[in-house]
T-cell receptor
Framework: GEDVEQSLFLSVREGDSSVINCTYTDSSSTYLYWYKQEPGAGLQLLTYIFSNMDMKQDQRLTVLLNKKDKHLSLRIADTQTGDSAIYFCAETVANDYKLSFGAGTTVTVRA | GAVVSQHPSRVICKSGTSVKIECRSL??????MFWYRQFPKQSLMLMATSNEGSKATYEQGVEKDKFLINHASLTLSTLTVTSAHPEDSSFYIC????????????????FGPGTRLLVL
């Protein structure tokens, strides 16, 4: 999806925080999602945020949404080796349930 | 939590044959299911939206006669790749939409584990 952009790679040391960034273009986005994909597997929904919220926290995950700048981020606290995966940002827009995905950010956790 | 299964998980077939992939929502009813295709190291590309009891809606550039979709029940959608060719080799992922309202409207897609198709 050219409407959703992400950086392609992120390398982080085990125990540090990871921050994955995403930008989108459609101002009518209703929900924004973060999905995790491990090698050879489907997508696992990690968390989502409604567009009228600016922050959501769920255990080690913190989602920040800057609607003015159309910027979404996912922070993973205390990153573990099991967090190594591809993370996809996605959006749905008003009156349409289709998901538009970014290209995915490959997160590599090093010891 | 919502679980979506796909069968088979991987399939190898000869060029010219047809392959059917099943997508099931195991613990919820899904009036809408989606079929995606993912090439190596790329994002998911939506192929079609499947609504129970009606014809699927295909995205631009996706051949409806090539990729037949049937959504016969609230828990099952099938994708049939007809007369498969090597360029159809890919990872096919389905998702099912759970529109249950839990303390407010929640529109979430849950994904199956994917089916890897290799056409020789």
């Amino acid at each position: 999806g050219e409407d959703v952009e992400q950086s392609l790679f992120l390398s982080v040391r085990e125990g540090d925080s990871s921050v994955i960034n995403c930008t989108y273009t459609d101002s009518s986005s209703t929900y924004l999602y973060w999905y995790k994909q491990e090698p050879g597997a489907g997508l696992q929904l990690l968390t989502y945020i409604f567009s009228n919220m600016d922050m959501k926290q769920d255990q080690r995950l913190t989602v920040l949404l800057n609607k003015k700048d159309k910027h979404l981020s996912l922070r993973i606290a205390d990153t573990q080796t099991g967090d190594s995966a591809i993370y996809f940002c996605a959006e749905t827009v008003a009156n349409d349930y289709k998901l538009s995905f970014g290209a995915g950010t490959t997160v590599t956790v090093r010891a | 939590g919502a679980v979506v299964s796909q069968h088979p998980s991987r399939v190898i077939c000869k060029s010219g044959t047809s392959v059917k992939i099943e997508c099931r929502s195991l613990d919820f009813q899904a009036t809408t299911m989606f079929w995606y295709r993912q090439f190596p190291k790329q994002s998911l590309m939506l192929m079609a939206t499947s609504n129970e009891g009606s014809k699927a809606t295909y995205e631009q550039g996706v051949e409806k006669d090539k990729f037949l979709i049937n959504h016969a029940s609230l828990t099952l959608s099938t994708l049939t790749v007809t007369s498969a060719h090597p360029e159809d080799s890919s990872f096919y992922i389905c998702s099912a939409e759970d529109r249950d309202t839990i303390g407010g409207r929640q529109e979430t897609q849950y994904f199956g584990p994917g089916t890897r198709l290799l056409v020789l």
